[in-house]
């Protein structure tokens, strides 16, 4: 595998006190980019057009995933045939999350079509890109009651479980931890190769799933199975 490039897969929209937004990306990098070029192209003429719509001044995360869905619409217009043509997919997701003031936290999903959907009690999680290997963790204990902290937990753990079967996934990780009503976004963090929590999280999942499988019970060769003939 070569020409590999790191590139942050996160964008971060914040009037403190106001409002949080927080754009997660998957998919074709031009495509990101374009789409994002497009969101900051809105925020640079809004300063001679007050009326015009851009991400900062959305009424709910509902409409703001509409507004970025948009965008995404207009990278489709312009971009897909060329793509295609030379045998390459249209492909972008984006997860859209965060909270306006006077309203509830929320996250959506962006497929390449423009379309959205939000996370639920529940389906409390939304997932982009590389999903196969960390989605049965989530499944097994992420649920719409898990603390803060045990979420990102679960993220981090979600993330090496990815990291260890796909080589294309791997750090940097850009993790934004948001707490209801904040309304700042105090609490992010980057986690390189070498970073030791994310290291010591590695350890320790992997230990205690050895440690788990070495607990369990071990099936019981000599009681009858209704899936094979037993010998005359």
């Known amino acids: 595998m070569d020409n590999i490039t790191m590139r942050s897969k996160m964008r971060l929209f914040e009037k403190p006190g106001a409002r949080v937004i927080c754009i997660m ?7 990101t980019q374009a789409t994002l070029a497009l969101i900051d192209d809105d925020l640079v003429l809004a300063n001679n057009e007050p009326s015009r719509e851009t991400i900062m001044n959305t ?13 995404v619409r207009a990278v489709e217009r312009r971009d897909r045939v060329a793509l295609e043509a030379d045998g390459f ?7 859209v ?28 999680f939304l997932q982009i ?6 989605k049965p963790i989530l499944d097994r204990g992420f649920n719409y009651e898990t ?38 976004a105090n609490s992010r963090m980057r986690l390189d190769q070498d970073d030791p929590y994310l290291q010591e999280i590695g350890r320790k999942w992997q230990n205690g799933i050895i440690k788990l499988v070495k607990e369990m019970p071990a099936p019981d060769f000599t009681k009858p199975s209704l899936g094979f003939a037993t010998a005359a």
Request: proline content about 5%; glycine content about 10%.
């Open 25 to 31: 990306s998957s998919g074709n990098l031009s495509l």
């Open 59 to 71: 009424h709910t995360l509902y409409e703001t995933a509409r507004y970025v869905g948009s965008k």
């Open 89 to 95: 997919d249209f492909n972008i997701n984006l997860i």
């Open 97 to 124: 999350g965060g909270q306006i003031v006077g309203l509830s936290p929320e996250v959506h999903l962006i497929y390449p079509q423009g379309n959205s959907i939000h996370a639920t009690r529940d389906c409390p």
């Open 129 to 134: 890109g590389e999903t196969k290997y960390g």
């Open 147 to 184: 603390s803060l902290s045990d979420a990102v937990k679960f993220g981090i753990v979600s993330i090496d479980a990815t990291m260890k079967s796909n080589v294309a996934v791997g750090p940097p990780i850009d993790l934004l931890c948001y707490e209801t009503d904040s309304l700042l």
